[in-house]
């Protein structure tokens, strides 16, 4: 059986240590890390995701904000808010919760986050600048770096002579997830929905990152024996089992499958969730560290 990679453990030693780094930087420097998450309209699964990040904002320690903003917002209004926010100096991290309401450009609404308070790692600039290795001054996105974290607790840091696969192309994860294995030294494929025989080249994998969004697609014999299985995905499916109009979380992989095959796997919920909030908060106090001109630690 394969070993479930506890997240949720990571995730709280992540937050441990987030908390001593923003009380140490305040006892140096007297500054206090300030995080504002934007939330437009009143999603339930959004309202969810947003209160758990600021709770956790304030376990660190942090100046938590939040605001929120109707449905029926202009795009403009959101500009202007994240405009404040960029002046506010004791504002370190910007973030505004996804999706956005379809009638606004989330594509740029989130350009005009100054990319140093840019802690979802989604401007052109960190883009760029993990792309190009420039990781010192960039913010690398929450669930990709959580999940690279949980790969280097459970194999290491090193790479090489190993076969990665993800499964997923978006700019939140897919894209994010490869370049970081690259630089990890791995031999990455990213695969996709056009993928002809996605099953044949997800059994190539040493490293097999599922992020497509699909509940269990990955199957247990897509799964190469002794892999290393790392679970993006969160859907929640009916559960009629558990009585009328119940629900569940379920990853993209069948998990009761595939860990009769892989050698590691994360589970959900549990997983890469929790190590994603952690992530978050690991990224504000990094910004908190660069706007004192002090050197953050490494997570
Ligand atoms: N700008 C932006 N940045 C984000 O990082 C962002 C976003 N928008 N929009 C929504 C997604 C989703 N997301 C999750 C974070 C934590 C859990 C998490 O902790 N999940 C728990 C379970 C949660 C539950 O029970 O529903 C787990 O997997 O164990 C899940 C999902 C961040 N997102």
């Known amino acids: 059986m394969a070993e479930r990679i506890d997240g949720k453990a990571v995730a709280a030693e992540v937050i441990e240590r987030v908390k001593r780094a923003a009380d140490a930087l305040r006892e140096k420097t007297g500054t206090k890390t300030g995080l504002a998450v934007v939330i437009v309209g009143d999603d339930p699964a959004s309202q969810v995701y947003v209160a758990s990040k600021g709770r956790m904002a304030k376990e660190c320690g942090f100046h938590s904000v939040e605001h929120r903003l109707p449905e029926d917002a202009s795009g403009d209004e959101l500009i202007d808010l994240v405009g404040r926010l960029n002046d506010d100096p004791s504002i370190h991290g910007i973030l505004v919760q996804l999706p956005l309401p379809a009638h606004m450009d989330a594509g740029r609404v989130i350009q005009t986050i100054s990319p140093e308070k840019d802690v979802d790692g989604f401007h052109f600039i960190n883009v760029g600048k993990l792309g190009t290795g420039e990781r010192e001054t960039a913010f690398v996105p929450c669930t990709p770096a959580g999940s690279m974290l949980l790969i280097e607790r459970t194999i ?144």
């Open 156 to 299: 290491g840091k090193e790479l090489s002579g190993k076969t990665a696969v993800v499964v997923g192309r978006s700019n939140i994860v897919g894209k994010p997830m490869a370049n970081l294995l690259l630089a990890a030294n791995a031999t990455v494929t990213i695969a996709h929905s056009r993928t002809p025989d996605l099953a044949a080249v997800c059994r190539t994998a040493d490293v097999l990152v599922a992020a497509v969004g699909r509940p269990e697609m990955v199957r247990g014999d897509w799964i190469k024996p002794g892999a290393v299985v790392i679970d993006v995905g969160i859907n929640r499916i009916d559960a009629p089992e558990r009585g009328e109009g119940k629900t569940r979380l379920v990853g993209d992989v069948a998990y009761g499958e595939a860990e009769k095959v892989a050698s590691a796997i994360t589970p959900v919920p549990g997983g890469v969730g929790p190590m994603t909030i952690a992530m978050l908060m690991a990224n504000a106090v990094t910004s908190a560290y660069r706007a004192a001109g002090e050197q953050p630690p490494s997570f």
